[in-house]
């Protein structure tokens, strides 16, 4: 479907930094992006894995930060929760105990902005580095190959079981690190991805996971998409 995946073009000029879990501490983030000298001046870009909105006191700001030309982001199964709440299809309960109390008490109005700001986010990235594809998803590749993921992602022939099934691995899905599974995602050179909070990132076969709970304790962990390294955490 079209919009499902963006593509990124190699970063010519500045750092591609890759940074887990937000969930609505976006104070933290900057002070995380300052102390490795992030500069949207000097071209760098920041690629969110999702989860950008819930449990932190500044969900809100979510709006502000997407507007930057320099933030991309895909969605993550707490925007997928703030998406579905102004149309009635998340439970009360359920939403509040996972950090959404914050929609919920906005107008209408502003959920509706917040819901149509998160629901244009891709589901997927493809980010070219010098060293290869990167791809960039929530929770987990729900594929063997990454080519066959996007296609399916761009499909206009797809189900609509089929889409909800591949959305559901997409951005809930924990079964490849449970699993402990560490068959490499063929097609790409990592496969960077969030969702599953770690007290340190780690890597199996060629996904690499990086909620290391920056939104709780400040210590993001920030991935420079060249290297596939730390750029630094704080």
């Known amino acids: 479907m079209r919009g499902s995946v963006k593509r990124l073009a190699r970063n010519a000029d500045g750092r ?3 940074v887990g879990d937000v969930h609505g501490c976006f104070t933290k983030l900057q002070y995380a992006l300052q102390a490795i000298g992030f500069s949207p001046e000097a071209g760098d870009r920041l690629i969110m894995v999702g989860d950008l909105v819930d449990r932190g006191p500044e969900s809100a700001w979510v709006v502000e930060w997407l507007g930057q ?3 991309h982001a895909v969605q993550g199964n707490h925007e997928d929760m703030a ?3 102004p149309d009635g ?3 009360w309960g359920n939403y509040a105990a996972n950090g959404g109390s914050w929609m919920i008490a906005l107008d209408r109005e502003t959920q509706l902005e917040v819901a149509a700001t998160l629901a244009a986010l891709p589901i997927a990235i493809e980010l070219e580095t010098e060293q290869g594809l990167v791809g960039v998803v929530h929770a987990e590749c ?3 190959v990454w080519r066959d993921f996007t296609a399916m992602l761009e499909s206009l022939t797809l189900s609509g079981k089929r889409r909800r ?3 559901e691995c997409a951005q ?4 490849r690190v449970e699993m402990g599974d560490t068959d490499p995602v063929e097609g790409v050179r990592a496969v960077v991805v969030g969702h599953t909070p770690m007290l340190k990132s780690i890597t199996l076969g060629n996904t690499i996971y990086i909620d290391t709970m920056g939104w709780r ?3 993001f962990t920030l991935l420079d998409a060249s290297t596939l390294c730390p750029a630094g955490a704080v």
């Not at 809930?172 to 079964?175: E, G, I, K, L, P």
């Open 16 to 18: 591609d930094i890759i």
């Open 69 to 71: 030309p320099w933030v």
């Open 83 to 85: 998406i579905r709440w």
């Open 89 to 91: 299809n998340m439970e």
């Open 142 to 144: 729900p594929t063997p």
């Open 165 to 167: 099934a591949l959305l």
């Open 172 to 175: 809930w899905s924990r079964v």
């Open 217 to 219: 304790t400040g210590t």
